[in-house]
């Protein structure tokens, strides 16, 4: 599931200004690089020198912001990383781009498909000179 490419991602900004009030500012904005690295590789490694450069900040940085954000990424089954929130969002959006494609499926196998045989229209007879108006 998490090989799954998904574009978009829901963002709640008072959401994220509640969870983070009194963080220093490096705090905050390594937060959001992982966040959006952790929707777009589906979980983060555990080795905090990449995290550092997933967050493109320098290690003294990332020594800064880290406390706060530890408990934000827990280590899941697979070894990875990950957000919880952020996972619970990637369950939504899979199940509705899988919703869509189904969808979307139906709809062009009903457009692309022929009719079944009671339901095709006889052609209609060739047009004769007799037909024409003059």
């Known amino acids: 599931m998490s090989s799954q490419r998904l574009s978009w991602v829901p963002w709640y900004p008072s959401d994220f200004i509640g ?5 220093p500012l490096i705090a905050r904005g390594v937060y959001r ?3 959006d690295a952790n929707w777009l590789q589906g979980g983060l ?3 905090l020198e990449q995290l550092a450069a997933i967050a493109r900040c320098t290690a003294s940085e990332f020594a800064q912001a ?5 408990d934000k990424f827990p280590i899941n089954g697979d070894g990875k990383r990950k957000n919880p929130r952020m996972e619970e969002h990637r ?11 189904a969808a979307g499926k139906k709809g062009a ?3 692309w498909s022929s009719p079944p045989a ?5 052609n209609p007879p ?9």
């Open 45 to 47: 490694p555990d080795d």
């Open 126 to 134: 060739p047009i004769t000179e007799d037909d024409i108006p003059y």
């Open 19 to 23: 969870s983070t009030l009194g963080w």
């Open 91 to 101: 369950l939504t959006a899979v199940a509705m781009v899988t919703k869509k494609s």
């Open 33 to 35: 690089e992982l966040l």
């Open 118 to 122: 009671s339901k095709k229209k006889p």
């Open 66 to 70: 880290w406390p706060y954000l530890e």
């Open 109 to 111: 196998e009903a457009r």
